[in-house]
T-cell receptor
């Protein structure tokens, strides 16, 4: 069975602090894809990043960075120098090679950045 | 390029009624997926349609159904509504039915069942 766990339900940080959102996944498939989405108060999920199971390179995009470690089945997301606009719910998701666009989502982490 | 649109945005129904929600994908996208989001269960996959065919189905009762038209627009229907069906229903579109595809989500339809 597939499962994505985001153990942090809510996080609050003060503006300019760094914050890491954890994501742990479970699957027996060897080919899979991991995603991060942001859901602001408006409700629409916004795509942040995709990573396939064969690419463990970390990625940095501006203030955002992602650390993918197959050895620990984790795909963590770090925001550097957080800003108030980063306040949102962040979801980690897993898809498998043979199940099309079916995403298995984690329960989300609600991030509040305090000015 | 216009994004994914969902109508209506808000809906209030009573138990036992049925409801139809609509989703228009991004132009050129042929895959449409539906998700239910509730505070208790989070985001759960309902089904995916590709080229008018249901490709995948999540673990929901038969009261939940969907279809896709030749222009890729999709509708989902919930019959005999229950209180527990109150949720945000999100539609996502993608170029094709492939697990590596980025999915683009619409703003959702918030359904309240009284």
């Amino acid at each position: 069975a597939q499962k994505v766990t985001q153990a942090q339900t809510e996080i609050s940080v003060v503006e300019k602090e760094d914050v890491t959102l954890d994501c742990v996944y479970e699957t027996r498939d060897t080919t899979y894809y991991l995603f991060w989405y942001k859901q602001p108060p408006s409700g629409e999920l916004v795509f942040l990043i995709r990573r396939n199971s064969f690419d463990e390179q970390n990625e940095i995009s501006g203030r955002y960075s992602w650390n993918f470690q197959k050895s620990t089945s984790s795909f963590n997301f770090t925001i550097t120098a957080s800003q108030v606009v980063d306040s949102a719910v962040y979801f980690c998701a897993l898809s498998l090679r043979d199940t099309g666009n079916q995403f298995y989502f984690g329960t989300g982490t609600s991030l509040t950045v305090i000015p | 390029k216009a994004g994914v649109t969902q109508t209506p945005r808000y809906l209030i129904k009573t138990r036992g009624q049925q409801v139809t929600l609509s989703c228009s994908p991004i132009s050129g996208h042929r895959s449409v997926s539906w998700y239910q989001q509730t505070p208790g269960q989070g985001l759960q996959f309902l089904f995916e349609y590709f080229s008018e065919t249901q490709r995948n189905k999540g673990n929901f009762p038969g009261r939940f159904s969907g279809r896709q038209f030749s222009n890729s627009r999709s509708e989902m229907n919930v019959s005999t509504l229950e209180l527990g069906d109150s949720a945000l229903y999100l539609c996502a579109s993608s170029l094709a039915s492939a697990s590596y595809n980025e999915q683009f989500f619409g703003p959702g339809t918030r359904l309240t069942v009284l």
